[in-house]
């Protein structure tokens, strides 16, 4: 409409939370780590199973916030590690 500001759909969309669920990752914790984070950030985020490498496998289970890559994700420190790349 003329005259009014409409919010973009950019504003609405939920931060993407990508975890790696590839077979290194997997055997570090990470399907566990997904449940966590599906759990404890829903509605603040779209938490999703990522199958395919983030290429740090030594250094995993491995988390994608909004693209960016944190290594070595601990189930105990997870959801503050998010939050904290979030800001």
Do not use: W
Not at 31 to 45: D, I, M, N, P, R
Request: charged share 30%; glycine share 8%.
């Amino acid at each position: 409409m003329p005259g009014r500001y409409r919010q973009s759909m950019e504003s609405e969309q939920k931060p993407i939370i990508k975890v790696c669920t590839h077979a290194d990752c997997c055997q570090r914790g990470s399907e566990g780590l997904f449940e966590k984070l599906q759990a404890e950030l829903y509605g603040e985020a779209t938490v999703l199973r990522y199958p395919d490498c983030f290429d740090h496998c030594e250094e995993g289970p491995n988390v994608s916030v909004n693209g960016n890559l944190l290594r070595g994700v601990r189930l105990s420190e997870a959801t503050k590690r998010v939050r904290e790349e979030l800001r």
